[in-house]
C-alpha cells in the first residue's frame, strides 16, 4: 500500500534547490571544478555555469584564477532570497550541510570563506 509520501504523485521533489546543491558543493570544496559539480548533483556542465554566475551576480560567492583552475570564495554573510527566510544568512544553512564554514584567518588553502558581502547585509563582527 502507498502512503501519502511515497505515492507516485511525490517521487519528484527535493527540498533543495539547484543553486543550494551547487552552493554547498563549493562551500564543501571552493577548488571544485565545475564538471565536477555537475557530476555531484546531477546536472550538466552547462546548468551548473549558468547558476555559479547567478550565485556571483547575487554576491553569494566570488571565483579567483588560482593557475589553471578556479577557487570559490563564499559569502555567508548574505542572505536568503526569498521573503519567508529573510534576514537570515546562509551560513548556517551551509554550516549545516557542508561542514563549519572558516574565515581566510583560520582556513586552509583549500577553504576560503569571506565573512561580508556588499549589499547584503552588515559585515560579520566576532567578540
Known amino acids: 500500500m502507498e502512503s501519502e509520501h511515497t505515492g507516485h504523485r511525490r517521487n519528484g521533489w527535493t527540498f533543495l534547490t539547484n543553486h543550494a546543491r551547487v552552493l554547498v558543493a563549493i562551500a564543501r570544496d571552493p577548488g571544485i571544478r565545475l564538471r565536477d559539480i555537475a557530476v555531484d548533483c546531477g546536472l550538466t556542465e552547462r546548468t551548473v555555469q549558468a547558476i555559479v554566475t547567478d550565485l556571483q551576480a547575487d554576491g553569494y560567492l566570488n571565483k579567483t584564477r ?3 583552475r578556479n577557487r570559490y570564495v563564499v559569502a555567508p554573510g548574505a542572505r536568503f532570497r526569498h521573503p519567508a527566510e529573510a534576514g537570515h544568512e546562509i551560513a548556517g544553512l551551509l554550516a549545516y550541510l557542508a561542514g563549519p564554514l572558516t574565515t581566510p ?13 556588499p ?4 559585515p560579520r563582527t566576532t567578540a
Request: net charge negative.
Open 119 to 122: 549589499g547584503h547585509g552588515e
Open 66 to 68: 588560482d593557475g589553471r
Open 105 to 117: 584567518a583560520t582556513a586552509a588553502p583549500s577553504a576560503e570563506v569571506a565573512n561580508d558581502t
